[in-house]
Every structure is written in C-alpha cells, then in structure tokens.
C-alpha cells in the first residue's frame, strides 16, 4: 500500500483499515490510515494485556461461543 505498511508488526491485525475514510481524509487511497499512530498503539496495549493476562482471552472467548450459540437458537 505505502512505505510505512509492509514493515509495521501490527499489519496483520489491522489490514490497512479503510481504505475510503483513508482516502477521504487524505485524497491518496495509499496512504497509511489517518489514525493508524492510536489504533497501532492500541494493538500493541492490547497484545500485551492478553500476553500479561491469556485467561482474560480464554474467558471472553467462552462468552462469545455460549453468546453465539444462544443467538443460533433463537
């Protein structure tokens, strides 16, 4: 996409976000996302939370799949 993309470690996470609200802000559909410093960085807090803490993941992922399984019934 850009120069700052190929080589950021949370690229895989983030996918480039929007590329239109990129492109609306910036008139350049490559460019890194407008907010990508705060969403990067809030990748990155967020990783090490669930690094720090991995029951806090098992726990949200149970209520997901209990949440999930409730709404198919329905």
């Known amino acids: ?3 700052e993309c190929p080589s950021c470690e ?3 996470f983030c996918g480039g976000f929007c590329r239109g609200e990129t ?3 910036t008139g350049d559909l490559n460019s890194p996302y ?3 410093k705060e969403y990067k960085e ?3 807090e967020a ?3 669930l690094s720090a803490n991995p029951d806090l993941y098992e726990e949200k992922a ?3 799949l209990e ?3 409730n709404n198919e019934n329905k």
């Open 62 to 64: 149970r209520e997901f």
């Open 23 to 25: 492109y609306a802000n």
């Open 47 to 49: 990783m090490w939370e």
């Open 10 to 12: 949370v690229k895989y």
């Open 34 to 36: 407008v907010r990508c």
């Open 67 to 69: 949440n999930s399984k």
């Open 1 to 3: 996409m850009n120069d």
């Open 42 to 44: 809030g990748i990155l």
